[in-house]
Each structure stands twice: as structure tokens, then as C-alpha cells.
């Protein structure tokens, strides 16, 4: 039979942990849904999220179409756009900053896409897809340019990276063990199929080679989760999702996500081009919807179908396959990234 002392000692230490429990529960937010809207354009897209060392905040960088100009013919409301700014202290809830200072216009009319952002020794790097002009077509050039920012605001101009042809997309960089670099990008001119480029420090690339080409799709996101590498793409009817052991040989999974309609909030259409964020043990799907684009829709031509916002959900895996319920509310509350060691120059 237990001691009273015992006893007791069993009680306080329930109540403890439900006392860590109940913290960490109430620390976490529910999600705003849909999670942001830009206020200007109202065409929020291609998010990447990344914490911002300086401003203790957490920023989404952003693809904004000109979604709600009227008189813009052809796809001319896609292009002249500019890289917008949200920021949040965790991730549930976004407020609008601004648009981000690049500094590269060679020409008066251009066009800013799809900004991936990594952080190294102290600088931030984006991989963004520029446009050479506003067109209302898709028949012409658009290449990945390197700019470098120490506050995510402001932006230097590095280089145009030398890839496959000269329509390629939608970047995705991530750090190999070794501590090099390697790129995934969209190859528009090969029936838009999945590349790759390699780099020991992010200013000198070299192109290699297709790694997906079994259908179209375009903005890969490569991201290492419950020991295993994944790529995520954009097929237009949701995302379908690879696996990876060595981040050179790519599975398909058998089962997309976001390819069904949703029952949240402007939730109706297919989920595109996305953003994973790893933090604190889950996986976080920053991903972008047409909400007037309901799935079986007529009216994709219309000014209500350009505008389009962000939304979140998370994966999980189950079974070998990442999955997603995009009407399970979203209770997150982001960590801030521990230090990295500074590599020795």
C-alpha cells in the first residue's frame, strides 16, 4: 500500500504536468482562415516564410498578382508585379508590411515572382524569378535571379544564375549535409519538368540535370521531415508530393494533397504552389488557393477568379505518406530557430 507521502508526491507531480500542458496549449493560436490577404492587389501567392533575425518576427515574402485591376488583358494581371511583405510574431496571425526593396530593374516595366528566402551566416539570400517586362502572354523569357538582404527588406542584386534554358522558374533551395547548396527549379522550355542546380556557396551555381519530368508541374519546395526527404510541386489540381534518400532519386507518392475541395472559409479550390515550414517537430503548410476557382467551376476567367490568398494546414505522416487535413483548424505557435554556427571564412 502507497505512503501518504508517496501519494502526494504522485499528485504534485500530475499537476505539474498538466500545468506544462495546459501552457503549451494555450500558447498556441488557432489560424486565421484564410491566414492573409494582401490589402493591396488582394492577390497573394507562392509564399515562403522565414524568420527575420533582426525584427524578431516571423515574414512571408509573396508572389502579389494585380488581382483587382480591372482593364489588364491576357495575363497581364500576373506580370508588373512586386515581391509583398506579411510579418507575424507566430504564425497564426499575419499582418501586411509593405513590398520588398529589390534592387534590379534593368527595364521600367518588370515583373517579380515565386522568392525563395534562406538565411547563412548572417545573410539572407533570395532565389526570385524575374520577368524582363509586362506581357500578356506566357510566351516569353523569365530567368532566377540572386539577391542578397540583411533585413529582408532591402535587396542587392547578385547575379542571373546560368540554368537550363531561359524560362526557368520558381526556385527551391536547400542546404546539403555536406554544407553545400543545391537548387530545384521549374524548366519551363521541357515540358516544364523539375531541374536541379548544385552550389558549394551560393553565388557560383552549375546546372545539372532533370530530376522529375513525369508530368508538368512547377514550385517545388524540398524540405527534410520525420527523417526523410520531400519535395512538394504544384500540378495545378493540387500538390503531388516525392520522397528522397539521398535528395538525387525522387519517389512519387502515391496520394496528392490539397487535390479536393475544403470546407473553411475560401477554401473551395485546388491548394498551389506552397511553402513548408519545419518548426518545433511539425510541418506547416503555407499553401495559396483561388477561392471564386471552386473546384468544378466555369467562371476561371473572371475578375472575381484572379484573386487568390494564403492558407495553412499541416502534414503529417501516416503510413509512409505525408497527408493533410485542410478543415482541421490550424493551432500553431512558430519557435524561434536556434543559433546556427557560423562557417569559418
Known sequence: MCSKKYFNSRLVLVAMLCCVFCSVLHAQKQADKPLFRDPVYDGAADPVVIWNAKAKKWYMLYTNRRANVEGLDGVTWVHGTRIGIATSTDGA???????ANINYRPVANYTHWAPDVVEHNGVYHMFLTYVPG???????????????????????????????SERCIDASVYQLPDGSWRMWYNNEMDKKSIYYADSKDLYHWESKGKVIGDRGCEGPKVFRFENKYWMIVDFWKGMAIYSS?????????????????????????????????????KAWLFYFTHPAKTIGATNVDSMAARKSLIQLTELKLENGMLVCNRDTPAFISLQKPFAKKRNKK
Open 134 to 164: 509586362v506581357f500578356a502572354d506566357w510566351r516569353h523569357p523569365r530567368s532566377i535571379i540572386h539577391c542578397t538582404s540583411n533585413d529582408l527588406l532591402n535587396w542587392n542584386f547578385v547575379d542571373t544564375l546560368p540554368l537550363a
Open 245 to 281: 534518400d539521398d535528395l538525387l532519386s525522387w519517389k512519387k507518392q502515391q496520394q496528392p494533397v490539397l487535390d479536393t475541395a475544403g470546407h473553411g472559409a475560401f477554401d473551395q479550390a485546388y491548394g498551389g504552389h506552397a511553402d513548408v515550414l519545419v518548426n518545433n517537430g
Open 93 to 99: 496571425n499575419w499582418q501586411y508590411l509593405g513590398t
